[in-house]
């Protein structure tokens, strides 16, 4: 089967929400080859520990890509302890400039309760306004949903929620078999040891 022939794999909704403190990453289970669906309970978000520290990663894209991202990610953090940023930019800058990295198809949003980023393959590490980021097939949808739910008195969960089910009713590469975890922003010792 040639490149233009083959259907291509489609889905993934993932959204990141930071609301009173605590920062949530969900995403749907959906994972289509063309107008089929061949699984609806895939798990999209995963939490890494590199040296005792948690970290969400919610990915979009190739499946096989994003655990190579995760598991580049997660050397970076070993790396940079507590350094969110630093990493994920280090990540990017091979992502961009290895010639292997380079054909990884998959979108990233990473978050340590505090940082939330989204990672992509073109160099970039963004940290969305209005906090929430959104990426995937149905991720606009999600974002769109969040956005207007973020004023509300609603949590972070709640919305994530909301705006996951809103996605999955309008993106038939989204389904409603949402994963979600969350983590509370880290408690500033700063001003316990000043």
């Known amino acids: ?6 259907p291509g794999w489609h889905g993934t909704t993932i959204i990141g929400v930071r609301k009173g403190g605590k920062v949530v990453v969900a ?17 999209k978000v995963r939490r890494l520990n590199p040296g005792g520290k948690p970290v969400l990663v919610g990915f979009a894209g190739s499946t096989a890509d994003a655990f190579t991202l995760l598991e580049r990610l997660e050397r ?3 790396a940079a302890p507590g350094q969110l940023a630093r990493a994920c930019v280090e990540l ?5 400039t290895d010639k292997y990295l380079q054909k990884l198809e998959a979108m ?3 978050t340590d309760g505090d940082a939330l980023l989204v990672v992509t393959g073109a160099g970039d590490v963004l940290e969305p306004e209005h906090d929430v ?5 149905g991720g606009n949808y999600a974002l769109a949903a969040a956005r207007a739910l973020i004023p509300t008195d609603l949590d972070a969960e709640d919305i994530a929620r909301r705006a996951m089910a809103i996605a999955a009713d309008i993106c ?8 979600l975890d969350q983590l509370s922003a880290p408690k500033n010792t700063d001003l316990l040891t000043a």
């Open 1 to 6: 089967m040639s490149q233009s022939d083959f």
């Open 27 to 43: 995403g749907d289970g959906q994972v289509s080859l063309g107008q089929t669906v061949i699984k609806g309970t895939a798990r």
């Open 76 to 78: 970076k953090l070993e």
């Open 92 to 96: 990017a800058k091979d992502w961009r």
């Open 108 to 110: 990233l949003i990473v």
């Open 133 to 137: 980021a959104a990426i995937g097939s």
């Open 172 to 179: 038939v590469y989204t389904n409603g078999n949402i994963t």
